[in-house]
Each structure stands twice: as structure tokens, then as C-alpha cells.
């Protein structure tokens, strides 16, 4: 947790806030960046495009992710930032996150903790896209959605919100609309999870765990809640 101090620091730094609408684009792939952005509320996905323009969801950004952090040192990002949903985005220049990491160890450790953890998710989701079949690889994505959007309030017993559409979903694991269809509905009878309009609950949590093979250490939750 931070200090009184660093937490005054960040509340007085230049921060900048903007609202975006579903589908509006945050960052734009290989701009050149000048302020790191934090996700404030909403939900927002990272896309990359290959040369033929095919496109993949690559990452999913829930609040309170500095959505592009690396972009402090590379000064731009290779993916395009959109959002999922109505979402607020306070932004800061990219020499006061220098200056704040240089004063601070703390904040340095939380700017440097927030690039470790988006590294180690897209790992743990390459690893579950190549080994999980596809009813898995869906429970995967709800596992590790209830505990991230835990941590920060938006997960509870009544469920959580999850607004993609299935064909973003389907995008997301690298499936066809109609595979996704059959395993949410497979998972659906199971009794494991319900998804409608962007709602979900995770009805077994054990149950879902096992059947995805899923196992949170990736997502790092002592160090976040530390």
C-alpha cells in the first residue's frame, strides 16, 4: 500500500480526465505517446493488427490499470487501446511519471508492479489459448475476471459486469461465434457460469476452477493487495 505522502503525490500530479464511449480509441498503435493513461472506470481492450489488417484482441483492461505504462519507456504502443464500454480516463505527462518514479521508490515499485503484472496475464493467456480446449479457455477468462475486477469492487456475490459482445468474446479466445456459443452453453448446463447482456456470475467457483485448469499465482493478487 502506499503512503499518505506518495498518495498526496499522486492526487497533485497533472492528471487530465476524458470521457470515451464504447468503441472510441484511447491510444492509437504506434502514435507517439506523451501521457500514460489510467483506467478510471469502464472496460477497455488492446488490439493488434497484422499487415494483411487482421485484427486480435490481445488484453482486457479493467479500472484501475495504467492501461499503457509501457509507453513511458518505448514512447508508443504496438496495440491500439478501444473501449469496451463507457469509460473514464484520467491521463498524466509521461516527464511527471519520471519525476514521481525518481522521488518516489514506492511509486516506482507501483508503475514497475503494474508492467510485471500486464506482462505476466498476457503470458498466462497465450499459455491457456495454446493448451485449453475451448470450454476452458472461456472459464479461464471468467476466472480471472472475478478475482480482477475483485480487487477493485465491481465482482461480487451477484455477479459482475462483462460488457463484451460474444463476437468479441469469440475474438478474445480465438474461436468462431458459434464455437464460443457452444461452450457457453456447455458451461451454462454444467452449471458453472451464466452470461447474459453482459452480466456474469460464476455459479461454481471450484467447479470452473477445475474444469478451466485455472490457477490465479499468475495474477500476482498478494503483491496487488499489498
Not at 498518495?7 to 480526465?17: D, I, N, P, Y
Not at 470515451?20 to 507517439?32: F, N, T
Not at 469509460?87 to 514521481?100: T, W, Y
Request: contains cysteine.
Amino acid at each position: 500500500a502506499l503512503s499518505e505522502e506518495d498518495e498526496s503525490l499522486l492526487r497533485q500530479a497533472a492528471w487530465t480526465r476524458r470521457r470515451y464511449e464504447r468503441h472510441d480509441v484511447i491510444v492509437h498503435a504506434g502514435e507517439q505517446l506523451e501521457c500514460a493513461h489510467l483506467l478510471l472506470n469502464g472496460f477497455a481492450a488492446r488490439a493488434q493488427e497484422d499487415t494483411s489488417g487482421n485484427r486480435q484482441i490481445v488484453g482486457l483492461c479493467v479500472a484501475g490499470d495504467l492501461i499503457d505504462i509501457h509507453g513511458v519507456v518505448l514512447g508508443r504502443m504496438e496495440q491500439e487501446i478501444v473501449a469496451l464500454s463507457p469509460c473514464e480516463v484520467a491521463s498524466i505527462p509521461h516527464d511527471q511519471v519520471r519525476a514521481l518514479s525518481l522521488g518516489s521508490s514506492s511509486l516506482l515499485r507501483t508503475f514497475a508492479l503494474q508492467g510485471a503484472i500486464d506482462h505476466a496475464i498476457q503470458s498466462g493467456w497465450i499459455q491457456a489459448l495454446n493448451s485449453k480446449r475451448g470450454p476452458a479457455k472461456v472459464g479461464h477468462l471468467f476466472c480471472e475476471m472475478q478475482l480482477r475486477l475483485g480487487l477493485v469492487g465491481l465482482a461480487t456475490q451477484m455477479g459482475f459486469p462483462l460488457p463484451l459482445s460474444q463476437q468479441e468474446l469469440a475474438d478474445f479466445t480465438g474461436m468462431t461465434h458459434v464455437h464460443l456459443n457452444r461452450c457457453l452453453k456447455e458451461l451454462r448446463s454444467a452449471g458453472l457460469l451464466s452470461y447474459n447482456q453482459g452480466w456474469a456470475k460464476v455459479l461454481d467457483w471450484e467447479g470452473l476452477k477445475r474444469l478451466a485448469h485455472f490457477d490465479e499465482a499468475y495474477l500476482n493478487l498478494r503483491l496487488i493487495e499489498g
